[in-house]
């Protein structure tokens, strides 16, 4: 049985992942200082997942007027991540999630148990979740969700 994705007000598990470049990201490192748009999403490159990415790259400088940084998480490795993000001139960081272990502690695993799930979190600078937002298809829904909620946050 798959968990179900985590709730509003829950505090979000902290995690450390490579990043695109093969460094190490922890979330706890953005404690106190920004609120965090967190999106999981199933596979680089593919055409979903494309416009989702693209989406948040032309909101991109409103998130981080915002106070936001914006970080997105798939099991791609980081050779992938560096070819999308150089493919789609992403401004993000993106993680790679190879063993699908913080997809399961978000609860953003499969849909039907087939396609990994595309589930957005908006994180506050206390690492208390103010969003959970979880759709396959709607890529740029994930988009205008975090932006509201992370203007609401200031």
């Known amino acids: 049985m798959s968990k179900d994705i985590l709730k509003v007000g829950e505090i979000a598990p902290d995690f450390s992942l490579k990043d695109q470049n093969g460094g190490d990201f922890k979330l706890s490192s953005f404690l106190g200082k920004k609120n ?3 999106f999981f999403y ?3 490159g593919t055409s979903v997942c494309t416009k989702e990415a693209c989406a948040f ?3 991109y400088d409103v998130f981080i007027k915002s ?6 998480v798939s099991s791609d490795g980081f050779k992938a991540h560096k ?6 001139s992403l401004p993000f960081i993106l993680l790679s999630d190879e063993k699908n ?3 399961k502690l978000y609860g953003a695993q499969t849909v039907f148990g087939l ?3 595309r589930v957005t979190y908006v994180i506050d600078k206390e690492g208390v979740i103010k969003m959970a937002f ?3 298809m709607e890529s740029k829904k994930h988009t205008d969700e975090a932006l509201r909620v992370i203007e609401t946050l200031g």
């Open 36 to 38: 965090i748009v967190l």
């Open 67 to 72: 106070g936001a940084e914006i970080v997105g």
């Open 57 to 59: 790259r032309d909101a």
């Open 134 to 136: 979880s759709a396959i």
């Open 101 to 103: 272990e913080v997809r």
């Open 42 to 44: 199933p596979k680089d």
């Open 115 to 117: 396609v990994p799930a």
């Open 83 to 88: 070819k999308f993000i150089a493919d789609h």
